[in-house]
């Protein structure tokens, strides 16, 4: 007696409710996996993105809203800063690297940083084509950037008034003067190019717009959005942030800690959803005990039968062990299969979280965790109705008829 067989012919013959208490376990497992690979892909990137600054320093505001916008590229800065400021700080001896930023321009919804070169070794970016920027509005862009919009070395595009888009282009258009590889971090997705090419851009937008006042660009009147820092040594966080929040008119923000407030922040509802779908394995859980007891009024004869000819008690609670096995293997490998097709999906329902896509297919250690809870459901699940067939009167059952 093939025990597979029988397990399958038994799966077979409750149709629907194997596929109810199915789809309830790929849909637990499919969940579970999805926040797994998702919630392990950003945070890996945000610490990659953070890797290397010490400290974002920008204009009062919401620190929070300071390091997304300077680190991480995925909200408007709080203001602008004087760049004597900034410079000032470049020359504190506590501080090893300084790195200015000057946003306000994107190009179909890629952000222009203007910036020095430091950024792009800061970020372990090397060229695939081309040069660094020698002169205003000579633009390197990052891997995505380059891929989305077809720019090759030597292509030309026009700068947009604005971080969201939607914003009147500026006269001077840029010119792609060099392309970087692919490095799994935020400067794949942004176009960079000098201080000078946003200070211009921006003073050609003012005069277009008769604000002579604004459009006023002596080196003294010079702003920047915010400055990276790199510290000396870890004991100048002690000190330093303090200093400029207390003593200035500039804000400081820490990335690591802005970064940890960001995920308790959405690991409050990462763990409602995590504890949803723990819920959906545990209801398929049921469901496949419910389904194997009340299966057990069905099939005692036929067990009495297997058992006359010879089949052993544990050879009949294998049979019923098995199926439930059978099961819970298949919901998890199909939960897991779905949860990675989601990922895959994710640009589509959700443009600005493409980039997390890319670990669509990527399989995580803790995946195998999700395995084993699905297999232990089921493995509870057929307990009782295998102790059940274990303990049947075979005499009293066939003489029932």
Known sequence: MNLFRLSASYIRQSGLATALNLLLLILGVGTIALLLILGHELESRLTRDAQGIDLVVGAKGSPL????AGVFH?????GNIPLDEALRLRNDPRVAQLIPISLGDSFSGFRIVGTEPELIAHYGAVLAAGRLWSAPFDAVIGADVAAKSGLVVNG???GVHGLGGGGGEHAEPYRVVGILRPTGRVVD???LTGLASVWEAHAHHEKENH???RAHTDDDERE????LIQYRSPLVAVSLPREINAQTNLQAASPAFEAARLFSVFGFGVDILRAFALLLILAAGLGIFVALYRAMDERQYDIAIMRMLGASRA???GALLLESLLLAAAGALLGLLLGHFAVSQIGVIAPDAAPLATAAWRWLPQEAWIVALAIASGILAALIPAWRAYRIDVAAVL???
Do not use: M, W
């Open 65 to 68: 809203q300071l390091i997304l």
């Open 315 to 317: 050879r009949v609670c």
């Open 399 to 401: 003489a029932k008829g």
């Open 74 to 78: 995925v909200d408007t800065p709080t």
């Open 156 to 158: 030309t595009f026009a």
């Open 211 to 213: 604000d002579a006042a």
């Open 224 to 227: 920047v959005t915010l400055a």
């Open 189 to 191: 997705r942004l176009v």
